[in-house]
């Protein structure tokens, strides 16, 4: 159970109810400032004097006061009109992030709803019940519109759902849950979708993946580091203290650990050994991956920061003051998600110069020709690279930020915007990408260490063969090479690697 008191949410947390379907409770503290807040509102609503966002209209036709009787019309206005998306559904757990942390800052107080709106929003998530989310319709700025305008559809018994794996009307889903339509009243539709929570949910789920995916590029690399008969002596700790980078010494720990013991690496240690240095793409993995390594730590504090805000516009504070602001504004997770795309490409494409190495005879220390059984016969992993070359070249453009890329709306009154969303979209992408690239790796590399038999690999990297060889045969004449690169990646996000 994941308790929202009004307070800051972890990343753990959000991860847990997310994709863990953790259940969520609002406490009694919480929902007792919302009602606090909610007395005031509903004060100024009764008012003779318009008070943005509660009495009047919105964005371009901010001056315009709306009628008492007018009122419920205009939030469901809003929120229909809004509900603006286009192209194909988004991921559950995307929907499920995004209404997590709206959850989380109605329940901060400072958004002016009643109860029984945080009630339903959390009724909808308990239940299972996924709003259809269109790919496009957030610019980042007011916040995910489009995005939480369907979330707060369904929440009014509009729209479409998904249960499961079922799409249903959301009044069916609502019915069958229990949960009743709620009828948006002054303030509400506007405190449901003008937020940044579509993109700091994506951020979050970023962050979860890319810590286990750097663990597994350290494996990976120091599997080809083996399989290409390179040295470990780079990555002693001494040599890490000259540049006193965090990420970089646990990279380099972390690969020395995963050598440790290899009578491959023992092997062609001494002075018969005729090697000065190796390639970059094998000495300079720490660098590369523990920068990446940083990277994340950085962007961890700026989501850590966001997972205590509380974003809306206006905003009731707790003096009772209702302001207009502009918190709404995704750059402060526009950017972070656009820097993260960055090193998931450059590791990406360090993978895959390491791969090549392992298929080129004239590089590979006494490696068959592209590992093949019967070279000329068969092409071994020839392919396999071409597919991992393709996936680098995606990732690079990618890693073109989106949050340069502001376009005006709303009549010039929204002028500059963070395309936040759009950067997160593509950061989960990439993060597919950087998933196949590893893959094409693990399984190239440990190809290679199965073909330097008699000797043997590390424990740690033994393990990992192991592993992978659950599911994907040993060396031998070509085979349907997809299925085995999908049982890779599978491997991977399975979390089972050393």
């Not at 915007?417 to 590893?438: C, E, N, P, Q, Y």
């Amino acid at each position: 159970m994941v308790v929202i008191d009004g307070g800051p949410l972890t990343r753990e947390q959000v991860v847990a109810v997310v994709r863990g379907h953790a259940p969520v409770e609002v406490g009694d503290t919480a929902l007792a400032e919302v009602a606090k807040t909610r007395e005031h509102v509903e004060r100024l609503a009764e008012a003779a004097t318009p008070t943005y966002g509660v009495s009047t209209g919105f964005g371009a036709l901010a001056t315009r006061h709306i009628p008492l009787d007018r009122r419920a019309a205009l939030q469901r206005s809003l929120i229909r009109s809004h509900a603006a998306g286009a192209g194909d559904p988004v991921e559950v757990e995307v929907v499920r992030g995004l209404m997590l942390l709206r959850l989380r800052t109605l329940a901060s107080g400072r958004t002016g709803v009643r109860p029984e709106i945080v009630d339903a929003l959390t009724g909808l998530l308990n239940a299972g019940i996924t709003p259809v989310v269109h790919e496009y319709g957030s610019l980042g700025c007011s916040g995910d519109l489009a995005p939480l305008s369907a979330v707060a559809l369904a929440l009014m018994g509009e729209g479409d759902v998904f249960v499961e794996n079922r799409l249903l009307p959301a009044k069916d889903a609502l019915y069958e849950a229990g949960i009743s339509p709620v009828t948006l009243a002054e303030k509400e539709g506007l405190a449901l979708i003008n937020g940044t929570d579509g993109m700091l949910g994506m951020l979050v789920l970023a962050l979860d993946d890319l810590r286990k995916l750097l663990d597994v590029a350290d494996l990976t690399a120091a599997m080809s580091v083996e399989a290409l008969l390179g040295t470990d002596r780079v990555f002693a700790p001494e040599l890490q203290a000259l540049r006193p980078h965090p990420g970089q010494a646990l990279s380099a720990a972390r690969m020395t650990a995963l050598l440790a013991g290899s009578a491959i690496m023992e092997s062609h240690r001494g002075p018969h050994c005729n090697r000065v240095q190796d390639a970059y793409s094998l000495r300079c993995a720490p660098q590369v991956h523990g920068a990446a390594r940083d990277t994340v730590a950085y962007v961890e504090t700026v989501a850590d920061r966001e997972l205590a805000a509380a974003i809306d516009n206006p905003v009731v504070l707790p003096d009772g003051r209702v302001e207009s602001n502009g918190n709404f504004h995704g750059a402060p997770v526009a950017y972070p998600l656009d820097f993260l795309a960055i090193p998931a490409a450059d590791v990406a494409s360090m993978a895959e110069r390491r791969t090549d190495r392992m298929l080129d005879a004239t590089r590979s220390h006494g490696l068959p020709p592209f590992l093949a059984a019967d070279p000329g016969v068969d092409s071994g992993h020839m392919i396999a690279q071409y597919t991992q070359a393709a996936v680098v070249s995606e990732m690079k453009r990618l890693a073109v930020p989106a949050s340069v890329d502001s376009i005006p709306s709303s009549a010039m009154q929204e002028d500059h915007v963070s395309m936040g969303w759009s950067a997160a979209r593509k950061l989960r992408k990439s993060i597919d990408g950087l998933t196949t690239v590893l893959a094409v790796e693990l399984l190239t590399a440990a190809r290679a260490l199965d073909l330097r038999a008699p000797l043997t690999p590390a424990p740690a990297t033994a393990q990992a063969i192991a592993a992978l060889r659950r599911t994907v045969p040993g060396p031998g004449p070509d085979r349907h090479l997809a299925p085995e690169i999908a049982a890779a990646e599978n491997l991977i996000r399975s979390g089972e690697l050393p």
